[in-house]
């Protein structure tokens, strides 16, 4: 059963550039949730979309954004980049049966704003 | 507000050895559940071992065992007979629903050194 796929592994933007990051689900789940990892604020979370609904959404402005598309892979865009978004950017998927209670993550996306 | 909280930024210990992370949580919700994740450098959260709130009997998975005691909020990982691949940072978290939504609140995190 394949994993979480989040793509690309690695980005490097300029500042004022925007960004969309991509996350394909396990199979069959239906809710993707995203969060932001950095050294100083930790793993926060950004938002979680259930079949194509965003049900949740994190503290953080709405330069951050996303979607679902009916086959449960998500995208998240970040507009105007600023130094500080340079980040970990995870990607978790859930779904009935899901033996982690809701959360497979994936290896991540690192943004790197320059 | 739903928070947790891991009071030792890193430890290490000698290969063979037990260690024990300590975490701490704060809410009103009465039914949650709480994951320990491990985050190795390959970057991945992998899920170690998670304990439903309701269910008092603390949970066990091979060398790695909780001691969750909830009127003191409390939720320990022990890792007996640690090994070299134990090597990671630790993450404890915490589950709940919000309007019919799942959030998933995370700890700051412990950095845990396995030395040879």
């Known amino acids: 059963k394949a994993g979480v796929t989040q793509t690309p592994r690695y980005l490097i933007k300029t500042r004022g550039q925007q960004v969309t990051l991509s996350c394909s689900p396990i199979s069959g789940h239906r809710s993707v949730s995203w969060y932001q990892q950095t050294p100083g604020q930790g793993l926060q979370f950004l938002f979680e979309y259930f079949s194509e609904t965003q049900r949740n959404k994190g503290n953080f402005p709405g330069r951050f954004s996303g979607r679902q598309f009916s086959n449960s892979r998500s995208e998240m865009n970040v507009s105007t980049l600023e130094l500080g978004d340079s980040a970990l950017y995870l990607c978790a998927s859930g779904g009935q049966g899901d033996t982690n209670y809701g959360y497979t993550f994936g290896s991540g996306t690192r943004l790197t704003v320059v | 507000a739903q928070t947790v909280t891991q009071s030792q930024p890193e430890m290490s210990v000698q290969e063979a050895e037990t260690v024990t992370l300590s975490c701490t949580y704060d809410t009103s919700e009465n039914n949650y559940y709480l994951f320990w994740y491990k985050q190795p450098p390959s970057r991945q959260m992998i899920l170690v071992i998670r304990?439903?709130?309701?269910?008092?009997q603390n949970a066990t998975e091979n060398r790695f065992s909780v001691n969750f005691q909830k009127a003191a909020k409390s939720f320990s990982l022990k890792i007996s007979d640690s090994q070299l691949g134990d090597t990671a940072m630790y993450f404890c978290a915490f589950r709940y629903l919000i309007q019919g939504a799942q959030k998933l609140v995370f700890g700051q995190g412990t950095r845990l050194t396995i030395n040879p």
């Open positions: 304990q439903e709130a309701y269910k008092q």
